[in-house]
Each structure stands twice: as structure tokens, then as C-alpha cells.
């Protein structure tokens, strides 16, 4: 099967095309036009990236195999679970908030519960006193300041 | 001499306490980096970047540092390499073939303590090469006008897939990626908003710290999770080191020879430190009328070592010079720089000499710490590499994104990283490299400001591009850069692969 390059060189086409159309688009700069504007250069990246994307669709190469369905959803759920890391280390706290996020990341890597929620907790209060007392960068306490 | 004067004031920079304490610190890091299963050279370094950018460290404290950090992980990869037969990265690869052999047959201790002493003659040639070359490529290059940059500019990424490259129109691709992404942001010379969608977090542009972190290091996670590599592998027992002089004398000349054809390597445009291990060990094994290469020889092992760390202090070379960065790891070197607001190419030379002298002499210094800490310490080392993955991923992950998050204490950026880590997922399944990408970020925006500045100064005539000698020297190479791989590089890669298997069938 070759199909990965073909849908890629696909999407890269419709990409470079917007890109290059909105290109156009750029209002007029202040000042007039010169020989080179804001416009010149994305224009000939999005040449360039059309041709190699036709040429990708066109000689794809074999394709590299993709997960099974639930380990897709898998990388979802912890790519999912550092978005919510990020979201919940001001209004949370970083200890909570990283201790979640280790203690899931290396639960889902395959180590046991109790070891991966050590793993978390540890590694989580020893990052935060570095950071706070040693390299003095502020990370937020949140929940913990009371 | 000039350049004697030069290099001794480096000195006095790179040995004042301050600077000893990064460079150890560097290398203790950067072993680590370079030993650890999955975690590259250049991985390594961008996670540090945030860290010693929100630190406030001096720029030559920084470049001190991470340099160290550089030069560690090439040490480190070595590990690896010969315990677990993992290369930790392409040029590894030819290490495997004797370093492997010779752990199983129980001289694990002596491969490792011959690959450390390798791996310094490599670097230290190779920094000797770089203290006379570098001064004067970049007196050359002040003859680089506009339109010869944005030559050089097409050349780097021409070359870049290295003549051993699978698909060059992947690493055009690639570099396509990354240049587009460059132009996100409020256009510097017209202030024309460009591919902001009106979002303030896009005003300024992509961080490229962001999407560096994000696109190595967030999208290695993923690879780890989708591999079940989480326990780690198995290794070889280490042994108690008998290591003679006699032993040490007996690889002393292979690697003078692999430090002195690495250092070549690594310079020229597209080699690179993969080609550079794979000729000297090639030649040395032509060499030696009697030797067992790739059933455990010493010098099979010192070979390959000393010509990837010559490579890799070769690569600095046009890095500093030009600004042009010809690996991975010196294009994330590149990030730094260009984050500490230091513009690197040949004005580098003139305007911040104590920085480049203090980190060419800071190289030497970290090269003995290296060479002290690897030979007693290594058994610290190799206990780190027995951690499995699944403790140290996790953790490595939460340094990296704190990394990034103490920068602009935003959790926008910490989505940027994210959103990285999946598109570089997706890009290394369909094959498409990842440096290509980073340097088209990096490059960008001196790449298209030449571009303008060529054409203001010919009144728009594009005919600018190729009128000069030199210009039309930089086109041709760049041409030949993507054309001879599509010759060179099966052969190339066939011989590679040839002397692996026929090391595993025996």
C-alpha cells in the first residue's frame, strides 16, 4: 500500500494552495509597493511545496504501518492528558497538575500504579523545590497555597 | 599569530570557575542525554535551551553549557551502542558493529574506555581543525553579499538530507514545512500581518524553541507509547577494566586517522557525522591487513568513534561561519544562539570574539572533563541507562514542558508543544524528516530578508540571484546536493547495511 504519501501529498497540496492564495491576499503594505513584499516569498514557498506534493502523490513511497485503531486513541488520550497538564498548572498547581501527568504518561507506558504514582509524586515535588529555591523560577503553587 | 592570541583569551574565559562548573555540569548532562535510549543529541540540547534561557544565564555561559551538553551526548551515544547494539542515532550505527562483538566477549569496560579515548583524539582534532579553519572562512565569507546568502541559504537545505538522504523530495518538503511556518507572524520589514488569523498568540510568530521541544521530544513520547518500549532492553554486562598502554597505543593512530577524515566530513555541506564514522571505519578496516573487524577489533571501535565526534565539532564550523548549519544538533545549537540574540556568521567573528574564542577553548576544557568522567565514571553512567523508559520518559517529558512553560509562564505555549508533537508524529510516519523542518524555521526569516535585500538592491532584476561567480558556485553545489543522493546515496546506504548483516550472520 502507498496511500499515507498520497493522502499527505494531498493535504500538502490543498495546503500550499491556501497558503499561496492567502498570500494574495496580503493588503498592499504602507508605503507602496516595492519589488519584494510581504507576499514574494510565501509565494514561491507555496510553488515549491505544490511541486514536491504532486510529486509525493504521484511517486509515493511504500507506507509505514499505522497503530490499530485503540492505540491511536491511546496517544490521543495522552496527548490529551499534557493539554490538560498545561491548562491546570496555574488554576491547580504544578504539583497536582504533574503528578497527574507523569504518573499517567508512565502508568500508560506500562509501569504498575503504585510505581508510576511514586514515579509522579516524587518527581513532581523534587522538579518543583528546583525550580522554586534552587533556580529560583516560580512555578505556581495554585491549590497547595493555602 | 593572531588567532594563537585569540584563542588564548578564549582560554582565560573558558577557565575561569564559572565557565569549569557549566562545562561539567554539560557534560555530566549531556552523557546522560547522549547514553539514554530515545533521547538524541539534539533532543537533548533544545529541552535545555528554555532551561538556560529562563535561567538568565550569559550568552557564553549558555553557549558554554550547552556546547558541553553537545559534546557529552556524542560521547554518550556511544553507550548504547556497544551494551544494547541500539545506536542512539544514525552515525552510532557503524559503533554497533565491533563495540557489540566486544562486550559480549566480556571486554565491555575495555570497548567503552577505548571508545571514550577515541571520541577525544575525534574532538580534539577536530576543535584543533576548527581554531584554523573557522577564522578564515569567515574572513571568506564577509565577501557574501545578499544574493550569495540566499545561495547559501538554498544550498544548507539541499544539502541537508546528506548524500546518504532516502528521498530528496521529502527534505524539500520538509524544508517547505518549516520556511512556511517562519512566515507566521507580522511581516518585520512592512509590519503586513501574515497567517495570524488575528490571534495575538501568533503575532510574534512561532516559537521555534516551542516547536522544537515539541517536535522531537513530544513526538519521541508518542513513538515509545506506540512501541511498548517502556521496559527498556536488555544489556550486556559490564566488566572490571584491564585497559594497557599498549592497548591505548594500538588504536592511537586509527583514531588520528578517524578524527582528521570526521572532522572533513563534517564540515563539507551534506556528509555529515554518518558519513564521516562510515569512512574511517571503512578505511581502516582496508588498512589493517590482519584484524577481526565486526567480530569485536578495538580499533573497529575506535574508528568509527573518533570520526562521528571529529564530525561533530566539524559541523560547528559552518554553523559559526555562516550561520549554515549542516546537522540536526547544530541547527538546534543555531536555535540557541539565535534566541540569546546572537546572529551567527562571519560577523560573529568580529563583533562577539570572546564568545567564540571562549567557546572554542570551553570545547577543549569540556573534552578532558569528558575524557576524565567517562573512564572512572561509566559504570554511574551505565546503571542510568538500566532506568527503564517508562520512568524516564514521563519525567523527561515534565522537564522539557516546565522548560518551555518558565519562559513565558503560558500555557499557550505548552498547546503549541503539544500540537508539535502530534504533527512531527505525523511527519516521521509518512518519512518526512524533522531537521529540514526546524532549520526552515530557523532560516527563514535571514533567508527571505536576503532575498529582499538582493532584489531592493537590483531594482527587482531576479537575474541578481545568479550573477556572481560565487553565487553561481553556491547554485551548482546546491543543485549537485540534491542530485547526486538519487546516485550516491543507495550505494552508499547498501554498503552501510552490507557490513551490519554480514556481522550478524557470523
Not at chain 1, 507506558?109 to 523545590?129: D, Q
Not at chain 2, 550569495?148 to 541537508?160: I, N, P, S
Not at chain 2, 517536535?215 to 536488555?234: C, P, Q, V, W
Not at chain 2, 570526521?262 to 564540515?267: L, R, S, T
Amino acid at each position: 500500500m502507498r496511500i499515507n504519501d498520497r493522502v499527505f501529498g494531498l493535504l500538502m497540496l490543498i495546503l500550499a494552495v491556501a497558503y499561496g492564495w492567502g498570500a494574495m491576499q496580503f493588503p498592499i503594505p504602507f508605503g507602496g509597493q516595492e519589488s519584494v513584499g510581504p507576499e514574494t516569498f510565501p509565494i514561491i514557498l507555496s510553488v515549491v511545496m505544490s511541486i514536491s506534493a504532486i510529486y509525493m502523490m504521484v511517486k509515493p513511497d511504500p507506507d509505514e504501518k499505522w497503530s490499530p485503531v485503540p492505540m491511536l486513541i491511546e496517544l490521543i488520550v495522552v496527548a490529551l492528558s499534557i493539554l490538560l497538564f498545561a491548562w491546570a498548572i496555574e488554576p491547580i498547581g504544578f504539583i497536582p497538575a504533574a503528578t497527574f501527568v507523569v504518573s499517567f504518561l508512565s502508568w500508560r507506558m506500562g509501569a504498575n500504579f503504585v510505581k508510576s504514582l511514586i514515579t509522579g509524586v516524587v518527581s513532581s515535588v523534587i522538579i518543583f523545590f528546583l525550580f522554586n529555591n534552587v533556580l529560583e523560577l516560580a512555578l505556581p503553587l495554585g491549590l497547595l497555597e493555602l | 599569530m593572531e588567532t594563537m592570541s585569540l584563542l588564548m583569551n578564549g582560554f582565560a574565559v573558558a577557565l575561569t570557575p564559572e565557565s569549569i562548573m557549566f562545562a561539567v555540569i554539560g557534560a555530566i548532562l549531556g552523557t546522560l542525554i547522549g547514553a539514554l535510549p530515545g533521547l538524541g543529541p539534539a533532543n537533548g540540547v533544545a529541552i535545555l535551551i528554555p532551561l538556560a534561557f529562563s535561567l538568565g544565564l550569559s550568552p557564553t555561559s549558555s553557549l558554554i553549557l550547552l556546547t558541553s551538553v553537545y559534546a557529552g551526548a556524542m560521547y554518550g551515544g556511544r553507550i548504547s551502542s556497544i551494551l544494547l547494539n541500539i545506536p542512539g542515532d544514525e552515525p552510532a550505527m557503524m559503533t554497533c558493529l565491533d563495540g557489540y562483538p566486544m562486550a559480549l566477549k566480556g571486554k565491555a569496560a575495555e570497548a567503552l574506555a577505548i571508545s571514550a579515548i577515541a571520541s577525544f583524539i575525534g574532538s580534539f582534532i577536530a576543535t584543533i581543525g576548527l581554531v584554523i579553519l573557522a577564522p578564515i572562512l569567515s574572513k571568506f565569507a564577509l565577501k557574501f553579499g545578499p544574493s550569495e546568502y540566499f545561495a547559501l541559504f538554498v544550498l544548507a537545505f539541499a544539502t541537508l538530507g546528506g548524500v546518504t538522504g532516502k528521498n530528496q523530495v521529502k527534505t524539500v518538503m520538509a524544508a517547505a514545512i518549516g520556511l512556511m511556518i517562519s512566515t507566521v507572524g507580522i511581516d518585520i520589514s512592512t509590519g503586513v500581518q501574515r497567517y495570524t488569523f488575528n490571534m495575538l498568540e501568533l503575532f510574534e510568530g512561532v516559537d521555534f524553541i516551542i516547536a522544537i521541544v515539541g517536535l522531537f521530544a513530544i513526538s519521541e513520547l508518542f513513538f515509545f507509547l506506540e512501541r511498548h518500549a517502556g521496559d527498556g532492553l536488555k544489556q550486556v554486562a559490564i566488566n572490571k577494566l584491564k585497559l594497557t598502554a599498549r592497548d591505548i597505543l594500538n588504536v592511537l593512530p586509527t583514531s588520528i586517522r578517524g578524527g582528521i577524515l570526521g572532522f572533513i566530513a563534517g564540515v563539507l555541506p551534506g556528509a555529515g557525522a554518518s558519513l564521516g564514522s562510515f569512512i574511517s571505519y571503512s578505511l581502516e578496516k582496508k588498512i589493517s591487513d590482519k584484524g577481526e573487524f565486526g567480530k569485536g577489533d578495538p580499533r573497529g571501535v575506535a574508528a568509527p568513534e573518533s570520526g562521528n565526534n571529529g564530525a561533530a565539532s566539524g559541523a560547528l564550523v559552518p554553523m559559526l561561519t555562516l550561520g549554515v548549519p549542516g546537522s540536526g544538533t547544530t541547527a538546534v545549537l543555531l536555535a540557541m544562539l539565535i534566541s540569546l540574540n546572537i546572529s551567527p556568521g562571519p560577523m560573529l567573528f568580529t563583533q562577539n570574539p570572546d564568545l567564540v574564542w571562549g567557546v572554542i577553548a570551553a570545547m577543549f576544557v569540556g573534552n578532558f572533563v569528558l575524557l576524565l568522567l567517562n573512564i572512572p565514571m561509566v559504570g554511574i553512567f551505565v546503571k542510568l541507562l538500566s532506568v527503564p523508559p517508562k520512568y524516564l520518559m514521563p519525567v523527561v517529558t515534565l522537564i522539557a514542558s516546565v522548560g518551555i512553560y518558565s519562559v513565558s509562564h503560558s500555557p499557550t505555549d505548552l498547546y503549541f508543544m503539544v500540537a508539535f508533537g502530534v504533527l512531527g508524529y505525523i511527519l516521521r510516519k509518512v518519512d518526512i524528516p524533522l531537521v529540514p523542518v526546524i532549520l526552515g524555521l530557523l532560516l527563514g526569516p535571514e533567508m527571505e530578508k536576503s532575498l529582499r535585500h538582493a532584489l531592493v538592491l537590483s531594482d527587482g532584476d531576479w537575474s541578481v540571484l545568479f550573477n556572481s561567480g560565487l553565487s553561481i558556485g553556491l547554485w551548482t553545489v546546491a543543485i549537485l546536493g540534491l542530485v547526486l543522493p538519487l546516485i550516491v546515496g543507495p550505494i552508499v546506504r547498501s554498503k552501510m547495511r552490507k557490513s551490519k548483516d554480514s556481522v550478524q550472520d557470523d
